[in-house]
């Protein structure tokens, strides 16, 4: 599976005294539609931190269309970019609930190997998953 899509709708606390999404809530949303891209694939971050992976960003990119506003259902799309190595690269396209495009956004996450805090491939689970 390369590709899910996960809405919700913008809380309160989300926005700014205009009611509009404060720009660095995006980034948690991408976080979520990452969250929900591995649990659609039967993995959790949990799981991957029990046997021993983390998975830092390490690049991000958000090009920002329209704003959000409070109580609006947005749908994040999350596109895996390519198979994993190392690195895994992941594409997102937020949308408002008329399909209004609000963002296009891009991150870079690394594999870390939690006992030596190195890098390391991506683990055999995941690639299998998306084979």
């Known amino acids: 599976m390369k590709f899910n899509t996960f809405s919700f709708r913008v809380r309160y606390a989300e926005t700014d005294q205009m009611g509009i999404v404060y720009h660095g809530n995006y980034a948690q949303y991408l976080e979520m539609g990452r ?3 591995l649990r659609a694939l039967g993995i959790t971050y949990r799981s991957m931190e029990e046997t021993g992976t983390k998975l830092p960003v390490i ?7 329209k704003s959000a506003k409070y109580d609006d259902l947005i749908t994040v799309e999350t596109t895996l970019k390519k198979i994993p190595t190392v690195r895994i690269e992941f594409d997102y396209k937020v949308y408002g609930e008329n399909g209004e495009l609000l963002a296009e956004a891009n991150t870079v ?3 870390i ?3 030596t805090g190195k890098p390391k491939r991506c683990p055999k689970y995941i690639l299998e998953k998306l084979m």
């Open 35 to 37: 969250v929900e891209w």
């Open 59 to 65: 690049f991000l990119q958000i090009n920002y269309k």
């Open 109 to 111: 996450l690394v594999f």
């Open 113 to 115: 190997d939690m006992a």
